[in-house]
Every structure is written in structure tokens, then in C-alpha cells.
């Protein structure tokens, strides 16, 4: 293959990865839902459930951080990625020289930001209203905890974006995945008598990992940065997981309506 | 080296072939129209040479490279405008223009690109407030602004009001001044008449035909003869070669003829005769849409026969 030459060198990556950064996270910042539901739904829970007490317990902090984080990360994230996609977005910056990499690093980059970003303005609003003890070391190591597990999500809903076929069915589909996850979690508050075997699952899924080691980090890091090791382990597990599976399985382009027709003659040549 | 080069290209989907054994070579400079009615293949076509479709059979290149392993530096010298996508409505046009300039090696100004396109005065606008013709020429912007080699133009101009529908023509004519290989496909005829050096029809997925709009034009053979009868003149008075060609309002004269001489001769003799004013007399070359949908309708009439 012969590529043409002669001309101005192409930009370097670098360049290129912040610009992109920089184009989604004005898309997400001119997103007024991005921040409503990532941002006002978790302080709403803080206010509703806490504004009687004068100190607001760590693991409520924890959860309703995680809730508005995982909210931006997964829901938002994956349903604009899926309305991207299929209104040609995605292809359309395919065309160009863009590094295909460029593009999807960017959108994972910006969202696990932007999460972190709102999940630690709950975590603010708790230390400026309701009396959460907040040092530098904690602020730190739930912001390391944070991006982590922003990425296990972001990863995650880039993965059930490339399985959702259209984008009116996307939102259904990002709120019946997430839901059982988060509500098992106990990020909205524990369930009562939970069995056994549901705990297990749900140490093993993103969520109550996150709320874990968001909760460690604010209890136990009077000295320095203390992270629980397994909870940190399962998120790396899952941000490293989804990152492959979401490289492997990125679809750039809309669903042809000739996929349709193709599957359609199919049938019909298998049913005659 | 030809800059656009397909070679028996064939794209199956099932027992469905949008695209059947369609060769056709464009050398540098050249503007190429595609012409063909919908689900004729015109599209898929243009997907297979930009590398978004792997053909089932044939070979296709673009600047002597199978676009499906196009790097950087070959998408950076190939434009392409597509036929339906969105665009970010929440950034400017000119926003939006300067970030889809970024990948590129030496991207056309964004002043430049606003004023070829006739965005000149939108360029600090949202794209969401934009006419739909107006987005269509943010479209035909972001295809042009990497200063292409090769450019694809898939139906750009659809949607467009006239005046916008010229002031892109102008804009395509612009580039192929600097030597800028276009492949369009549009239903437009006259866009294909106006713009392009050559016709490709493509009906079921084959090329039909592949000429210059002149030799296209020349296949209907007939020119056009048409009078309208003046007030004081009676159908009843026509000689019976020119009353066959009476359309239904039983005052227009239509004759389509290769022999306009000789039909002319007997149309002046005529009026001289019945002492009548021949003004609104009006001779036109074969219609351009009439060749067209003369050789589209051939192979789909024999295509549907062969059928029964």
C-alpha cells in the first residue's frame, strides 16, 4: 500500500487527544441533564435524607456519590454514545484522519473525568453542609477511587452500547442494567436481610466496591492515602475488562437497513 | 495512476446484491456524476471506495490504495460528505468546522471553507438553529476542510433551496480548479449536467452506462420541436404530419425528431400558408432527463421480463 506524500506532516496524537477531550467535555458541560442527574439527584438524596442530622454518615456520602458518579458514567455516558452513533456521529469522524483510538480514548477520558467531577461535588456538599471530616489524604485517594471506577463504567456502558440497536430503545436498556447493580449495592441505602448468595454478587459487580473503597478512603485515611485492596483490585479488574471488550466490540457505524433486509432474505431463503 | 479505480466490485448481503460487478476507473481531476434512482447501488458504492464496506468480490483503490486499509495520511488526502448525519447542535459553525480541521496536515482556513460554502455570515451560529439546507452545507464544509485529494460527495446537495443548491455548485466547481478528483452522486440530472465531465447510471446494482453528458444527451436522439398555436390557427388546419404530434390540450405541437430540418421546413411552410406568426417557437436539444430515464428504464424493463 502506498500512502501519498509531499504533504504538511500529519498533527501528533497529543494534540489531537486534547482537542478531543476538550470538544466532549463542552458537549457534556452544555448537557444540562448530564449535570442534573449526576450532580442534583445525589445532593437532593443528601439533602431529603440528612438534613436533620448534623454529621451524615460515610457510607451515605459514599453511595450517593457513587449513585450520581455511575449515573454520568454509565447511563449518560452510553446512551450519548449510542445517539452518536447512530446518527452518524461516530462515522463521520471515522472519515477523517483522526486516530480511531483518538477519538474513543477521548469520549473515555471525558466522561471518567467529568464523573469524578460530579461525584466529588456530592462529596463536597457533604463536607461544606453535614459535618463530613474531609482531609487532603481522603479527598485524594476518593479521587484516585473515583476515576477508577468512572473508567470500570465508562468502559462498561461503551460495551452495551455496541449490543443496543437504536437509540430510542438505548435508554430502556442503560436504566434495566444498571438499576439491579446499584440498587444491590446498597448505594441508595442497604436492603434489609440481604441473603448471602446476593452480597457475593454484588461484591463482585462495579458498584459496591466503588461505595466501598469511596468509604474507606474517607474513614481511614487520617495518616495517608488508605484504599481497600480487593475493592480497588475488582475495579481494576473491571476498568481493564471493559476497556478490552470495549476496544474488541466499538461499532463506528449506524445499523444498515440492509443488515435488516440481509437477515430478513435469510428467513425467508431458510424458510422455503 | 488513476485516482479512483473500481474493478469488477461486487457487495452481497444474503441473496441480495446492492452492488453487481460494477467497474469504472477516474482519473485525476476528473468530476464524476452517479446517477440512478434509490437502492440503485449508488451508495454502497461510495462506501466500499472510502473503506466502510469490504466488497464480497472485485477490487477497489483510491490514490492506488484499498481504502479499507487507508492510514492516516490516505483518509487526510479523501473527503467525504455523506448522505444523512447529525451534527453537534449545542457548538457553532465555526466551532465546528475549525475541530473537524484539526486531524488534518494543511486544512483550508475556516473563513475560506464558511465563504466556498456561502456560511460566511452563519459562522458564529449553533448548528441547531440552522435550515436544513444550511446543515447540508456544514456537511459539504467538513468534507472539504482537509483540502482533499478525493473527494465523495453523496448526494450533497439534497435538501438545498436553488439559490443554495448554485452557491454549492460553485463551491464544488472552486475545487476542481485545484485539481480535486469528485465523485457525486445526486438525482439531480441537471447538478450531473452542470457539475460533472462524466455520467455513470446505476440501476439494480450494475452500471448502465458510462459517458459524457453530451454522449448521454446525443442517446435520445430526438431533439425537441414545440409550438403552441397561435390564436388565430385551428388543429383542424394542421396537415396530418404535424396533428399527430398535438398534445392533449389540442394546442401544443410537440415533436420529438432527429430530422428538425426537415420537420421545421414543413412547420414554416404551414404557418406561411395560413399567414401565422411562428412566435414562441422553441427548438431544444434531447433532454438530458429523458436519456436518463430511457436507459434506466431498458435494463430494469428487461430485468422484470426475464423474471416471468
Known amino acids: 500500500m502506498s500512502e501519498p506524500t509531499g504533504r504538511p506532516s500529519l498533527p501528533n496524537v497529543a494534540t489531537l487527544l486534547s482537542g478531543q477531550v476538550r470538544y466532549q467535555f463542552r458537549l457534556l458541560m452544555s448537557t444540562p441533564s448530564a449535570l442534573i442527574i449526576g450532580v442534583g439527584f445525589p445532593v437532593v438524596l443528601l439533602v431529603t435524607s440528612d438534613a436533620r442530622h448534623a454529621h451524615v454518615a460515610v457510607a451515605t456520602v459514599a453511595g450517593y456519590s457513587v449513585f450520581g458518579l455511575t449515573m454520568t458514567a454509565f447511563n449518560t455516558h452510553g446512551v ?7 446518527s452518524g456521529i461516530l462515522k463521520r469522524w471515522r472519515a477523517t484522519p483522526l486516530p480511531r483510538w483518538c477519538y474513543f480514548l477521548g469520549r473515555l477520558v471525558t466522561v471518567a473525568i467529568f464523573a469524578t467531577m460530579v461525584g466529588a461535588i456530592t462529596v463536597l456538599v457533604a463536607a461544606a453542609f453535614y459535618g463530613l471530616h474531609l482531609t487532603a489524604a481522603a479527598a485524594l485517594g476518593v479521587l484516585i477511587t473515583f476515576l477508577l471506577g468512572a473508567s470500570a463504567w465508562a468502559a462498561a456502558a461503551t460495551v452495551l452500547s455496541s449490543l443496543v440497536p437504536r437509540v430510542e430503545v438505548a435508554s430502556p436498556a442503560f436504566i434495566a442494567a444498571y438499576f439491579p447493580v446499584i440498587l444491590i449495592s446498597g448505594a441508595l441505602g442497604q436492603i434489609s ?3 448471602r448468595w446476593l452480597v457475593d454478587i454484588a461484591d463482585c459487580l462495579p458498584a459496591k466496591p466503588l461505595i466501598d473503597a469511596v468509604a474507606g478512603a474517607l474513614t481511614h485515611a487520617s495518616g495517608g492515602i488508605a484504599l481497600p485492596g480487593k475493592d480497588i483490585a475488582v475495579l481494576a479488574i473491571w476498568a481493564v475488562a471493559g476497556l478490552i471488550a470495549a476496544a474488541a466490540t466499538f461499532r463506528w457505524e449506524p445499523r444498515r437497513p ?12 431458510k424458510t422455503a | 495512476m488513476s485516482a479512483i479505480l473500481a474493478e469488477n466490485v461486487t457487495k452481497r448481503y444474503g441473496e441480495l446484491a446492492a452492488v453487481d460487478d460494477v467497474s469504472f476507473e477516474i482519473p485525476a481531476g476528473q ?8 437502492g440503485a447501488g449508488k451508495t454502497t458504492t461510495i462506501e466500499m471506495l472510502t473503506g466502510f464496506i469490504t466488497p464480497t468480490g472485485g477490487r477497489v ?4 490504495t484499498e481504502p479499507r486499509h487507508g492510514g492516516r495520511a490516505w483518509r487526510a488526502s479523501v473527503g467525504l460528505v455523506m448522505q444523512s448525519t447529525s451534527l453537534d447542535a449545542d457548538l457553532t459553525v465555526r466551532a465546528l468546522v475549525s475541530l473537524f480541521a484539526q486531524p488534518y496536515p494543511d486544512p483550508l482556513g475556516v473563513d475560506q471553507v464558511l465563504e466556498l460554502v456561502g456560511l460566511t455570515a452563519e459562522g458564529n451560529t449553533k448548528v441547531g438553529v440552522l435550515s436544513g439546507g444550511q446543515r447540508r452545507r456544514v456537511d459539504v464544509a467538513i468534507g472539504i476542510v482537509g483540502r482533499p485529494r478525493v473527494l465523495f460527495l453523496d448526494e450533497p446537495t439534497t435538501g438545498l433551496d436553488p439559490e443554495a443548491r448554485r452557491q454549492a455548485w460553485a463551491g464544488i466547481e472552486n475545487l476542481t480548479a485545484t485539481g480535486t478528483t469528485i465523485l457525486l452522486t445526486t438525482h439531480y440530472i441537471e447538478e450531473a449536467d452542470h457539475l ?8 439494480g446494482g450494475q452500471v448502465i452506462t458510462d459517458t459524457t453528458p453530451h454522449e448521454l444527451r446525443t442517446r435520445a436522439g430526438a431533439s425537441t420541436i414545440r409550438y403552441e398555436l397561435a390564436s388565430a390557427a385551428s388543429a383542424a388546419d394542421l396537415p396530418a404530419s404535424l396533428a399527430g404530434h398535438l398534445e392533449a390540450d389540442r394546442r401544443t405541437v410537440l415533436i420529438h425528431t432527429a430530422d428538425v430540418t426537415g420537420q421545421l421546413d414543413e412547420l414554416v411552410r404551414w404557418a406561411s400558408a395560413h399567414q401565422l406568426d411562428l412566435g414562441g417557437l422553441e427548438v431544444g436539444p434531447p433532454s438530458l432527463e429523458d436519456a436518463y430515464l430511457s436507459v434506466i428504464n431498458e435494463p430494469l424493463a428487461s430485468k422484470e421480463d426475464s423474471h416471468v
Not at chain 1, 450519548?80 to 447512530?86: D, F, G, Q, S, Y
Open chain 1, 258 to 269: 440492509a443488515q435488516h433486509r440481509d437477515a430478513r432474505t435469510r428467513r425467508q431463503v
Open chain 2, 61 to 64: 483503490r483510491v490514490l492506488d
Open chain 1, 80 to 86: 450519548r454514545l449510542v445517539a452518536a452513533r447512530e
Open chain 2, 31 to 38: 468530476i464524476v456524476a452517479l446517477l440512478g434512482p434509490n
Open chain 1, 193 to 195: 436481610s440481604e441473603p
Open chain 2, 196 to 203: 460533472a465531465d462524466r455520467i455513470i447510471v446505476i440501476a
